[in-house]
């Protein structure tokens, strides 16, 4: 399962090391951010427990004692908005670098800057 | 248990298409399957706070990503191999996986986690901090720093955005040199034309 | 060009309604359901993108403008910070949950927690709408400029 999830890391950094093009560096940057997101989720995932929510009228002993890790989901949902802000980021750049090269090669792009 | 190694091999197959295909909003739209396979996986990994942002995030991240691809010239570029990068990347990811395989024997088993501090936010959270959702109790109550330095760095974000694309600052150029519209390097473009 | 088809339109028309509504209600339960400031701001700004996408920019800039929502961002991440400022003030720590929690599982419960989530809900909603605004206008300012 672990083993999966880091297939999933090692695709984006292969994307990230050999395409050319921007957005396939940036969409390899999407993939490890997905990946990484799930691997804290899979770590804390116990199983056969519930959803960190207590209902009304739950014991509390029991909750505790079958919920899932309730941490790993604060920080990760915390994460993917930081992550959407970044690839906001990474878009400007991109529409930036575009309307000064023409291009969205970045080998043309180091060629074009001599 | 199955479902989850169905739902990962789905996503998978959906970042080698995202990644190789040479029609850039296809790849885009594959980006999107991914995303939309992860919710799915968290809400069967009992996180639906997680599986809500994730699906709405992924929607907005679509529209971000379609608008850079919109208006280019996608084909022409992909069209020469670059083999010493491929090369090399192919090398780094063979490595990285070896040693993933050889640093997953410290963690602990999937669905068996280690829940220290975990176990008591779950027994106490609710009667001290009064919040059913223990996630919240923990972003807002337990860890508000984490949160508070999310808002600053979105802000930050925002701000590079606005900055980078501004269009103000620049006119002043492309009045001068029509063709060229940069503002740091304007004379080095110059030169090289 | 203003926007896109009609059948677009009064689909957009129908829609965004509930769309706000079921953001705010996710932002306003967010301690007793599963959702919170988080979701619920992105739901919210994706409300007025749709008004952006399917209508033009220019009616999304008259409903809610780029100042105002930078003004409402900085005011959300601002009372967020205020309600830590207060913490401090009357119980000695930064950001602690000072208010009577109340009993659990009521509207009006858990102290400072719907206080933050509302803040962190108008905070991402109005930051992440003020990108795309950017990415947009100022992208197809410059393009058309481009192409003149």
Sequence with gaps: MYILCTVLFVIGIYSIIAKRHIVKKIIGMVIIEYSVNLFLILVGYKAGGIAPILAKGQDVAEFASKGVDPLPQALVLTSIVIGLGTLALMAALAIRLYEKYNTFDMSEINRLRG | MTVFYVLMVFMIIGAIVAVETKNMLSAVIAVGAVGVGASVIFLFLRAPDIAITQVIVEVLSLIILIRVTIRADNYAIERRQDNFANIVGLVFVGLFLVFAFWAYKGLPEFGNPLMRVSSSYLREGTRETGAANIVASVILDYRAYDTLGEAIVLFTSILGAFVILRPKGRKHTSEKDKGSFGIIEDKEIKGSR | MEGMTKIVKTVARLVIGFILLYGASIVIYGHITPGGGFAGGV??????????????????????????????????????????????????????????????????????????????????????????????????????????
């Design chain 3, 43 to 148: 739901f919210i700004s994706i409300a007025y993108v749709l008004i952006m996408l399917a209508f033009s920019k220019k009616v999304a800039m008259r409903k809610l403008s780029n100042f105002a929502a930078s003004l409402s961002d900085n005011l959300g991440a601002f009372s967020f910070f205020i309600i830590g400022l207060l913490g401090s003030i009357f119980s000695g720590y930064f950001l602690y949950n000072f208010i009577n929690h109340g009993t659990p599982f009521r509207l009006v419960s858990a102290g400072t927690i719907p206080l933050s989530n509302i803040a962190i809900g108008v905070k991402v909603g109005a930051s992440l709408y003020a990108i795309l605004v950017a990415l947009s206008i100022y992208g197809r300012v410059l393009t058309e400029k481009e192409e003149e």
